[in-house]
C-alpha cells in the first residue's frame, strides 16, 4: 500500500507567480500538521507555567487538569487526526481531494475552538462547544462521502471512530455545561484514539514494515496486520472504556484494563519479524503498541490492587502511546508528500527518545513510590516533550511550508 495522496491545484496570484506560502495549501496535512506541533509547544508550555506559579491558574470550567486534558486530546491530537485524514482517506478510497477552502473553513473552526475554551470562564462553554463540535462534524461530513461511496468500504472503522469522538465530545460539554464529572468523558475518549490509532497503524504498518523487509531481504513471506488480533484489540479496548465510564474504579474495569494490555502484547506478535524491528520505521511504531500495552497494564494493576493509577496509565497511553504515533507519521507521510525522502538523520531517533522519556517519566511521577520526586518528574516530563516537538519543528518546518523540491505536484509521493 502506497502513500500515493491525491493531488491539489496550485494556488497563484495575478501574472501566475506562486502566492506566499502557497505550498502551505498544496496538501490538508501540511497546515494541521504545523497546528499540531505548535499546539504541542503552546499548551506545554502554558500548563508547565501554571504549574510553576509562573502563570496564574485560569479560570475554566472544569479547572485547569481538564482544560490540559482536553487540549491534548482534542487540541494537539485532533488537529493531527485532522491532517492524516483529510489526506489519506482521499488517497485509500481514489476520491476527489479536498478543496482549500474546505481545510481553511475547518481550521477556523479548530483555533476558534482553541481560543473559546481559554476564554470559557468569561464566555461560557457554549461557544467551545459549538466551534469544536462543528469541527468533527464537518470533518466527518466530508471524508463520509468518499468512505460510504467506496465499494469495498474497507475503511469504514474511521467514520465510526468520527462518530465516537463526537458523541463524546459532546458528552463532555454538556458535562461541563452542567457541572458535572466532565473528566470521565474524557477518559472515555482515551479509549477512541487508542482505537483509532490500531486502525491506522495496521494500514500504516504494512507499508513500513514490508519495505525494511524488502530493503534487507531474507523474509520469504510479507508483514501482515492480521484482523482477528487487530478486531479483538479493538474490542478489549471499547469493553475497557465502557466499564471504566460506567463502573469507574471496579475490579471487572481491572480485568478488562489487563485484557487489553495482553490483547496488545499478542498482537506485537506480528511485529517480531527479526532485525528489521531496529530499524526506526518499524520500531518506533512497535514502541507505540509498547507505550499503550504498559498504559492499560498500569491502569489493570491498580485497580486491582487498591492503588490509584489511573492517571499514570493514561499518561502512558497519551504522552506516549498517541503522541508516538503522531510524530512516526508526521515524520513519514509529512516528508514522503511534501516531496522528500524518508528522513535518515538521528533528529527522529532523539524526538522519539524524548517522548518515551516523557511518557515513562509522566507515569512514574503518578505511581506512589516516586511520590517525592513528583514535581521535579513532571517538569522533566514537560521539558522532554517540549524536546520533542521543537526538534520536529526544525526539521519540518520548510518541508512542510515550502514548495516541493522534486518537480511534483500537490500530494503525490516523492518522485525518485
Not at 482505537?195 to 519495505?211: F, G
Not at 514535581?375 to 520548510?398: D, E, H, Q, R
Request: hydrophobic share 55%.
Amino acid at each position: 500500500m502506497k502513500f500515493n495522496f491525491a493531488r491539489f491545484p496550485r494556488l497563484t496570484v495575478a501574472g501566475g507567480e506562486p502566492a506566499p506560502l502557497a505550498a502551505l495549501w498544496c496538501c490538508p496535512f501540511r497546515p494541521f500538521f504545523l497546528l499540531t506541533v505548535l499546539s504541542a509547544l503552546l499548551a506545554m508550555s502554558y500548563w508547565l507555567g501554571i504549574l510553576g506559579g509562573l502563570l496564574p491558574q485560569p479560570d475554566l470550567p472544569g479547572g485547569p487538569v481538564v482544560w490540559h486534558a482536553h487540549e491534548l486530546i482534542f487540541g494537539f491530537a485532533g488537529a493531527s487526526i485532522a491532517g492524516f485524514l483529510l489526506t489519506a482517506i482521499i488517497e485509500f478510497t481514489g476520491t476527489a481531494p479536498v478543496r482549500p477552502n474546505t481545510v481553511r473553513q475547518l481550521l477556523a473552526l479548530w483555533f476558534g475552538g482553541r481560543l473559546a475554551y481559554l476564554l470559557a470562564g468569561w464566555i461560557g462553554v457554549m461557544p467551545a462547544a459549538i466551534l469544536d463540535l462543528s469541527f468533527l462534524i464537518l470533518l466527518t461530513i466530508r471524508l463520509s462521502g468518499p468512505l460510504w461511496r467506496d465499494p469495498n468500504r474497507r475503511h469504514l472503522a474511521f467514520f465510526h471512530a468520527l462518530l465516537g469522538l463526537i458523541v463524546v465530545h459532546g458528552g463532555f460539554y454538556v458535562a461541563l455545561f452542567r457541572q458535572a464529572d466532565a473528566m470521565a468523558w474524557l477518559r472515555l475518549s482515551v479509549g477512541l484514539m487508542m482505537i483509532l490509532i490500531v486502525v491506522a497503524l495496521s494500514r500504516i504498518s504494512m507499508r513500513l514494515v514490508n519495505d525494511v523487509l524488502d530493503a534487507q531481504g531474507g523474509m520469504a513471506a510479507p508483514y501482515l496486520a492480521r484482523p482477528p488480533r487487530r478486531n479483538l484489540v479493538i474490542f478489549s479496548i471499547a469493553a475497557y472504556s465502557l466499564a471504566e465510564f460506567l463502573l469507574p474504579g471496579s475490579h471487572a474495569s481491572g480485568w478488562l484494563a489487563l485484557a487489553a494490555a495482553a490483547g496488545i502484547f499478542n498482537l506485537l506478535n506480528d511485529w517480531h519479524v527479526g532485525r528489521a524491528l531496529l530499524q526506526r520505521w518499524v520500531l518506533i511504531p512497535y514502541l507505540v503498541y509498547g507505550c499503550m500495552a504498559l498504559g492499560y497494564a498500569t491502569i489493570g494493576l491498580g485497580l486491582l490492587s487498591g492503588h490509584n493509577l489511573i492517571s499514570a496509565g493514561h499518561h502512558l497511553l497519551l504522552a506516549g502511546a498517541l503522541s508516538l504515533s503522531i510524530l512516526i507519521v508526521m515524520a513519514v507521510a509529512g516528508r514522503l508528500h511534501s516531496g522528500h525522502g524518508l528522513d535518515q538523520r538521528r533528529w527522529l531517533l532523539i524526538s522519539a527518545g524524548l517522548l518515551l522519556s516523557a511518557a515513562l517519566m509522566r507515569g512514574s511521577a503518578g505511581l506512589p513510590a516516586f511520590s517525592a520526586a513528583y514535581p521535579l518528574l513532571i517538569l522533566l516530563a514537560g521539558v522532554s516533550w517540549l524536546g520533542c516537538w521543537m526538534l520536529y519543528l526544525a526539521y519540518a518546518w520548510k518541508v512542510l511550508a515550502g514548495p516541493r523540491p522534486d518537480g511534483g505536484q500537490g500530494c503525490d509521493e516523492a518522485v525518485k
